[in-house]
């Protein structure tokens, strides 16, 4: 955030002893003994592996009293924690409105970041760490939030400037990256400071001729770190390093006055803010966000960082571990042949030792057999990686934060960077106790946990869920922390608040669902009284139907969970009631358009009654309802088709009365659209019709008896319709209809011919019998024979 992005200021040439300038110039370079007065400026890249050595060794070899780094001052007081054993990079600071916690702001480190190495060393060596950079407290109160981080005005996009760009452009590079790993990353040299100097001069011919490069906000940046800098240097003396981004070494290092500095400062908002240490990931910082600086490659640099020698073979060794973990064979010797290639390849193209791109296409070649499909998950898991990083728990957090934490450990939930399946038991207490955090968390918006469809079991006493935990979710939690000190009383106030604020009833009742799932039983009160109140207002047959699931829902949930729902079951049974009267009428004369979302709803309130207890007369009203829209030719085809379906599936209509209302909605003086859409409401593909046609007899041979009773010219205009109908199946549930048909007409009663394959021509109950044994094991020790026949 404190580092232009695009600008992402080159890191100290710790490699080349000459750096090369626009228009061809080399500069000349001085030793140590150069600037053996003022302060030491060590310009870097933020997150480079060879600028985080060079930042090493130039302090091993000064030795400063003080360091100063370009970061948020309000993280002073808590620097010391970046020397405490519980912290692990990656991590970032984190800054954010006390008022607005969503106005906040990440400054991320990595273990191989320069500004991280730098104040590890300060600690580790008993000399000042201060950062310097212009206060979170304005760049939050700016109107733009990202102020400061590098996102600029749109009308500053023409004059921005890459300043690495420029430098590899007239080193006669066409790839930025590459230029510099060739000249920082993969490189050493002797003397620590010179590339440093060598780099400050090549940024001050850029400065020169750019001026700010399109980022006018940096002058703010850059006088409030010259102030900063005049009062270490009063204190300090001259014996002060600063670590900061080499774009700003020139203006650091020009000669301004105090007065001057302050006038640019003077009228900036403020906010009050607090910060603190929060873990992060290496895929963060693979994005464009502050100082994340859009690395492609956060694994491999950190690699290049921690690798004490052979970094090559270091790294084939990884990425053939990695595969061979995957089941993908890969011996010794195509380590070997990889390393020997990556360094071929490398000196081919003349550079000083083989980069991303020879390991990769090394890789590629020799371990993948040329596929980029294992190639992709060597670049996910290593070339970018899943480390999450830790934050001692002495660092400051709001008291929500630290109520999450002791659930996770009580729980044993760990955050974790990468996305895992999470298969819950709400049988057990832990599995129980671990699904009511995930959904109180959704409701507070900390997406931790997504519910997804489970592989295993669909009964109500399991859950799955996918997690994945990302740096963000602490803003989330510190926005939610209004609510309340822990994750049950934020929850609870959340959704309370919620259901008085709630103005439509489909919206009330999913509050409701959310209350029984997270078991936040104190709320349920508030929303009960919200749900009555808008359940009574609303007239909508629409608004009532798209309610009715979720309280269905609600109702199994809290069986499950031990909940009492007995107000909630009544405001299900009066809905279902009303939706009884009003359904009828409201489908009548829709349009297509409207008629399909209608039929949505008719399927939605269909299986929601089948949830509700004692619905045995809810169901037979319901069945009077369609029924009456099955009859009724003022109601779309799709509706009345699907009523139709509906009834047959439930054993409320007989065959006989299907095959009557097919053949009237597919009668010649039936409009085709409207006969199409009858067909489409009755086995649409949406409705799995294709799949039942396949395996039900009864259905395939009423479409089969129809379709070979239209006359010559009625099946002209119908066969189109036809095929839109039957095109949304898949291929193979398209292919068998098509074997079933071609066999022949079936046998009255629906039974196949006999000798027809793949169809018997009675019951085989000893087949039948052989599924008996697996119902006992499923449904307990009883008369299972006498239970069936």
Same mark, same amino acid.
């Given at each position: 955030?404190?580092?232009?992005?695009?600008?992402?200021?080159?890191?100290?040439?710790?490699?080349?002893?000459?750096?090369?300038?626009?228009?061809?110039?080399?500069?000349?370079?001085?030793?140590?003994?150069?600037?053996?007065?003022?302060?030491?400026?060590?310009?870097?890249?933020?997150?480079?592996?060879?600028?985080?050595?060079?930042?090493?060794?130039?302090?091993?070899?000064?030795?400063?009293?003080?360091?100063?780094?370009?970061?948020?001052?309000?993280?002073?007081?808590?620097?010391?924690?970046?020397?405490?054993?519980?912290?692990?990079?990656?991590?970032?600071?984190?800054?954010?409105?006390?008022?607005?916690?969503?106005?906040?702001?990440?400054?991320?480190?990595?273990?191989?970041?320069?500004?991280?190495?730098?104040?590890?060393?300060?600690?580790?060596?008993?000399?000042?760490?201060?950062?310097?950079?212009?206060?979170?407290?304005?760049?939050?109160?700016?109107?733009?939030?990202?102020?400061?981080?590098?996102?600029?005005?749109?009308?500053?996009?023409?004059?921005?400037?890459?300043?690495?760009?420029?430098?590899?452009?007239?080193?006669?590079?066409?790839?930025?990256?590459?230029?510099?790993?060739?000249?920082?990353?993969?490189?050493?040299?002797?003397?620590?400071?010179?590339?440093?100097?060598?780099?400050?001069?090549?940024?001050?011919?850029?400065?020169?001729?750019?001026?700010?490069?399109?980022?006018?906000?940096?002058?703010?940046?850059?006088?409030?770190?010259?102030?900063?800098?005049?009062?270490?240097?009063?204190?300090?003396?001259?014996?002060?390093?600063?670590?900061?981004?080499?774009?700003?070494?020139? &203006?650091?290092?020009?000669?301004?006055?105090?007065?001057?500095?302050?006038?640019?400062?003077?009228?900036?908002?403020?906010?009050?803010?607090?910060?603190?240490?929060?873990?992060?990931?290496?895929?963060?910082?693979?994005?464009?966000?502050?100082?994340?600086?859009?690395?492609?490659?956060?694994?491999?640099?950190?690699?290049?960082?921690?690798?004490?020698?052979?970094?090559?073979?270091?790294?084939?060794?990884?990425?053939?571990?990695?595969?061979?973990?995957?089941?993908?064979?890969?011996?010794?010797?195509?380590?070997?042949?990889?390393?020997?290639?990556?360094?071929?390849?490398?000196?081919?193209?003349?550079?000083?030792?083989?980069?991303?791109?020879?390991?990769?296409?090394?890789?590629?070649?020799?371990?993948?057999?040329?596929?980029?499909?294992?190639?992709?998950?060597?670049?996910?898991?290593?070339?970018?990686?899943?480390?999450?990083?830790?934050?001692?728990?002495?660092?400051?957090?709001?008291?929500?934060?630290?109520?999450?934490?002791?659930?996770?450990?009580?729980?044993?939930?760990?955050?974790?960077?990468?996305?895992?399946?999470?298969?819950?038991?709400?049988?057990?207490?832990?599995?129980?106790?671990?699904?009511?955090?995930?959904?109180?968390?959704?409701?507070?918006?900390?997406?931790?946990?997504?519910?997804?469809?489970?592989?295993?079991?669909?009964?109500?006493?399991?859950?799955?869920?996918?997690?994945?935990?990302?740096?963000?979710?602490?803003?989330?939690?510190?926005?939610?922390?209004?609510?309340?000190?822990?994750?049950?009383?934020?929850?609870?106030?959340?959704?309370?608040?919620?259901?008085?604020?709630?103005?439509?009833?489909?919206?009330?009742?999913?509050?409701?669902?959310?209350?029984?799932?997270?078991?936040?039983?104190?709320?349920?009160?508030?929303?009960?009284?919200?749900?009555?109140?808008?359940?009574?207002?609303?007239?909508?047959?629409?608004?009532?139907?798209?309610?009715?699931?979720?309280?269905?829902?609600?109702?199994?949930?809290?069986?499950?969970?031990?909940?009492?729902?007995?107000?909630?079951?009544?405001?299900?049974?009066?809905?279902?009631?009303?939706?009884?009267?009003?359904?009828?009428?409201?489908?009548?004369?829709?349009?297509?358009?409207?008629?399909?979302?209608?039929?949505?709803?008719?399927?939605?309130?269909?299986?929601?009654?089948?949830?509700?207890?004692?619905?045995?007369?809810?169901?037979?009203?319901?069945?009077?309802?369609?029924?009456?829209?099955?009859?009724?030719?003022?109601?779309?085809?799709?509706?009345?088709?699907?009523?139709?379906?509906?009834?047959?599936?439930?054993?409320?209509?007989?065959?006989?009365? &299907?095959?009557?209302?097919?053949?009237?909605?597919?009668?010649?003086?039936?409009?085709?659209?409207?006969?199409?859409?009858?067909?489409?409401?009755?086995?649409?593909?949406?409705?799995?019709?294709?799949?039942?046609?396949?395996?039900?007899?009864?259905?395939?041979?009423?479409?089969?008896?129809?379709?070979?009773?239209?006359?010559?010219?009625?099946?002209?205009?119908?066969?189109?319709?036809?095929?839109?109908?039957?095109?949304?199946?898949?291929?193979?549930?398209?292919?068998?209809?098509?074997?079933?048909?071609?066999?022949?007409?079936?046998?009255?009663?629906?039974?196949?011919?006999?000798?027809?394959?793949?169809?018997?021509?009675?019951?085989?109950?000893?087949?039948?019998?052989?599924?008996?044994?697996?119902?006992?094991?499923?449904?307990?020790?009883?008369?299972?024979?006498?239970?069936?026949?």
């Amino acid at each position: 955030m404190t580092a232009p992005q695009a600008v992402v200021a080159p890191t100290p040439v710790t490699t080349a002893t000459t750096a090369v300038v626009p228009g061809g110039v080399t500069p000349s370079v001085a030793g140590p003994a150069g600037r053996a007065a003022g302060p030491l400026f060590l310009g870097v890249r933020h997150h480079g592996p060879g600028s985080a050595r060079a930042v090493r060794g130039a302090l091993d070899a000064r030795r400063p009293a003080a360091v100063l780094i370009e970061g948020p001052p309000e993280a002073d007081a808590i620097l010391p924690l970046a020397g405490d054993e519980g912290m692990r990079p990656p991590v970032a600071l984190l800054a954010h409105a006390v008022d607005d916690p969503g106005r906040a702001a990440f400054w991320p480190f990595a273990e191989f970041s320069p500004e991280w190495v730098a104040i590890r060393w300060a600690l580790a060596h008993g000399a000042a760490v201060r950062f310097i950079d212009l206060p979170a407290a304005h760049t939050l109160a700016a109107t733009d939030p990202t102020w400061g981080d590098g996102e600029e005005d749109e009308a500053d996009e023409g004059l921005r400037i890459d300043p690495i760009a420029e430098l590899a452009g007239a080193a006669g590079y066409d790839d930025p990256e590459r230029w510099w790993e060739d000249v920082v990353e993969l490189r050493g040299a002797a003397d620590p400071v010179t590339p440093f100097e060598a780099l400050a001069e090549a940024m001050g011919a850029l400065r020169e001729t750019y001026g700010h490069g399109g980022h006018a906000r940096d002058l703010v940046r850059e006088a409030y770190m010259r102030l900063q800098l005049r009062a270490a240097r009063k204190e300090f003396g001259e014996d002060v390093a600063v670590v900061c981004g080499a774009w700003h070494v020139p &203006a650091l290092d020009r000669r301004t006055t105090a007065t001057a500095d302050r006038a640019l400062l003077k009228g900036l908002p403020k906010v009050k803010t607090e910060t603190t240490w929060v873990p992060w990931t290496h895929r963060r910082l693979a994005r464009r966000s502050g100082y994340g600086a859009g690395i492609d490659a956060p694994g491999w640099y950190g690699h290049l960082f921690a690798a004490p020698d052979r970094p090559i073979e270091r790294w084939m060794t990884k990425v053939a571990g990695l595969l061979r973990a995957e089941d993908t064979m890969v011996s010794s010797a195509h380590v070997i042949e990889a390393v020997r290639l990556a360094e071929t390849l490398a000196a081919m193209r003349g550079r000083p030792l083989a980069g991303l791109g020879e390991t990769t296409d090394a890789v590629r070649a020799v371990m993948c057999d040329g596929s980029d499909v294992p190639l992709d998950l060597v670049r996910d898991r290593l070339v970018v990686g899943d480390i999450l990083g830790e934050v001692p728990a002495a660092a400051p957090a709001v008291p929500l934060q630290r109520d999450l934490t002791r659930l996770q450990r009580a729980l044993r939930l760990k955050p974790e960077a990468q996305e895992r399946e999470l298969e819950l038991d709400l049988r057990k207490e832990n599995d129980s106790t671990r699904s009511r955090l995930l959904h109180r968390l959704g409701l507070l918006a900390v997406g931790w946990g997504t519910p997804v469809a489970g592989r295993g079991s669909t009964g109500t006493f399991r859950e799955s869920w996918r997690l994945r935990w990302e740096p963000e979710l602490h803003v989330r939690i510190a926005e939610a922390g209004v609510w309340g000190t822990t994750v049950e009383s934020a929850a609870t106030s959340k959704a309370e608040a919620r259901a008085l604020e709630a103005t439509a009833l489909a919206d009330v009742t999913a509050l409701a669902e959310q209350c029984l799932l997270g078991g936040l039983g104190a709320a349920l009160p508030v929303v009960m009284t919200a749900l009555a109140d808008r359940a009574a207002l609303d007239t909508d047959v629409a608004h009532l139907a798209q309610a009715l699931p979720a309280l269905a829902r609600s109702l199994r949930y809290g069986d499950v969970r031990a909940t009492d729902t007995a107000a909630l079951g009544e405001v299900a049974a009066g809905l279902a009631e009303r939706i009884c009267v009003g359904l009828p009428p409201a489908c009548t004369g829709l349009d297509t358009d409207a008629a399909t979302e209608m039929r949505g709803h008719l399927d939605a309130v269909h299986g929601a009654l089948q949830l509700l207890p004692d619905s045995a007369e809810l169901t037979g009203r319901w069945a009077g309802v369609l029924r009456g829209l099955a009859s009724r030719d003022s109601v779309a085809g799709t509706l009345r088709g699907r009523a139709a379906r509906l009834l047959l599936d439930e054993g409320r209509l007989d065959e006989g009365e &299907a095959a009557r209302l097919m053949s009237l909605a597919l009668s010649p003086g039936a409009p085709p659209a409207d006969a199409a859409a009858w067909i489409e409401g009755f086995v649409g593909g949406a409705s799995g019709g294709g799949m039942l046609l396949v395996h039900d007899e009864r259905l395939l041979a009423l479409v089969d008896t129809w379709l070979t009773g239209v006359t010559a010219d009625a099946f002209t205009d119908v066969l189109p319709l036809l095929r839109r109908t039957f095109s949304a199946y898949e291929p193979g549930v398209r292919r068998t209809l098509g074997e079933l048909v071609a066999r022949g007409p079936s046998a009255a009663g629906g039974r196949a011919e006999a000798g027809t394959p793949g169809f018997g021509t009675a019951l085989d109950e000893e087949r039948a019998d052989g599924v008996l044994p697996v119902l006992e094991l499923i449904l307990g020790d009883i008369d299972m024979v006498g239970a069936n026949r």
